[in-house]
């Protein structure tokens, strides 16, 4: 079964940087796309960044020439490098890994991580 985990979020002033991590556990599976998503009190849930395949990143437009994705797929880790903070970036922010686990048999998986607070204070 694969399991995900986010971290490094936390408390950072307006206009600071900060990187996330979020990395895939378990045995007999492989990755394909890693997703960012984040969600803010009374909002709904936004995709922040997808990273597919190892292809070229997508972004929302909110975080386009701030935020920076990565992924390894074949160490099962991914990144979100986010920098000049505001106040709107306040959320909890999400990681879904997506691809196919092996073991007991062939099957698609889709699992989301537990989420990191980010907080931008002003």
């Known amino acids: 079964q694969v399991q995900v985990v986010e971290s490094g979020g936390g408390v950072v002033q307006s206009g600071g940087s900060l990187t996330l991590s979020c990395v895939a556990r378990g045995s007999g599976f492989s990755v394909n796309t890693v997703s960012w998503y984040r969600q803010a009190p009374g909002k709904q849930r936004e995709l922040v960044a997808m990273?597919?395949?190892?292809?070229?990143?997508n972004y929302a437009d909110s975080v386009k020439g701030r935020f920076i994705a990565s992924s390894d797929n074949a160490r099962a880790t991914a990144s979100l490098q986010m920098n000049s903070l505001n106040s709107e970036d306040t959320a909890v922010y999400l990681c879904?890994?997506?691809?196919?686990?092996?073991?007991?048999?062939?099957?698609?998986?889709?699992?989301w991580g537990q989420g990191t607070q980010v907080t931008v204070s002003s």
């Open positions: 879904n890994v997506e691809g196919v686990s092996y073991l007991p048999s062939w099957k698609e998986y889709s699992v």
């Open positions: 990273v597919a395949g190892g292809s070229t990143p």
